[in-house]
């Protein structure tokens, strides 16, 4: 079976519509049952392009039950953000199928993979192949310690874009900025700068993202879609919510 790319291409569509998209990300493990559904449906309301679930911890049989409970109060797209190999789920619309490019861990660049594709196969779930790419953050995070890989500097746009394009010369789809969950620093504008003029694919940015402005900063600086999660654990209002969504719907000139 192969898989007609109908999630990349609606990201796509949000890309072109609005200049950028905003990707809600719910960590299963951070929300109970009644806070989870009214969350997910303000996040579509205020303008949300899609919901991301992930979270290193929980596993597939939790994740169905979790998908479904999302999908019943969402049209917008459910895309699985996978912490490990064993979140797979044939309730979701796709999933970033992730190769950690920024390290040298051969498990986390095509083994785990290996191991998951069959799966995939078989509940016929969309992969949108992502290069994901861990950036220093001034802490260790749970991404870097969970993989034992060093993160991208800070510093060093240039190493981050040419990460960034080797990852599409081998024909990956998106490219992901990880500053990582709860980041006291997010991922600096000068790399998202350098990656997306390097690179014609989408560009994620995410990772201890706070406020409106700082999300809005990411997308003047080139970002395709900003990645909010842990902020909305901490801050359940609904103004919040909906200012960080409409500061990043709005089409900007690139230069910076
Ligand atoms: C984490 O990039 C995502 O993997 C989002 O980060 O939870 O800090 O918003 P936050």
Not at 25 to 48: C, M, N, S
Not at 57 to 64: F, Q
Not at 92 to 113: F, K, M, Q, Y
């Amino acid at each position: 079976m192969s898989f007609e790319p109908k999630t990349f291409q609606y990201l796509l569509n949000v890309r072109e519509r609005n200049g950028a998209g905003f990707l809600v990300l719910i960590d299963p493990d951070k929300y109970d049952e009644h806070t989870l559904v009214r969350f997910a449906a303000d996040a579509q309301t205020f303008g949300a392009d899609a919901i991301l679930i992930g979270g290193s911890v929980m596993v597939s049989y939790r994740l169905d039950d979790f998908i479904r409970r999302v999908k019943s109060v969402v049209s917008i797209p459910v895309v699985i953000f996978p912490g490990s190999v064993m979140q797979v789920s044939k309730e979701a619309d796709a999933i970033l199928w992730l190769s950690l490019v920024s390290g040298r861990n051969p498990e986390l660049l095509i083994g785990s993979h290996v191991v998951a594709a069959p799966a995939l196969k078989e509940l016929g779930l969309e992969p949108i192949s992502t290069a994901y790419m861990l950036v220093e953050s001034g802490q260790t995070t749970a991404a870097g310690f969970i993989s034992q890989t060093l993160p991208l500097p800070r510093h060093k746009p240039e190493i981050a874009a040419a990460h960034a394009l080797a990852a599409e010369y081998l024909g990956m789809k998106i490219a992901y900025l990880e500053a990582g969950s709860g980041a006291e620093r997010p991922v600096p504008e000068e790399m998202v700068y350098a990656v997306s003029q390097t690179v014609s694919i989408p560009v994620i940015v995410g990772g201890g993202i706070q406020s409106p402005d700082e999300a809005r900063r990411k997308v003047d600086a080139g970002a395709s879609f900003v990645v909010v999660g842990n902020a909305f654990e901490h801050r359940r209002d609904t103004a919040y919510l909906r200012d960080m969504i409409e500061a990043v719907h709005i089409k900007l000139p690139r230069d910076v």
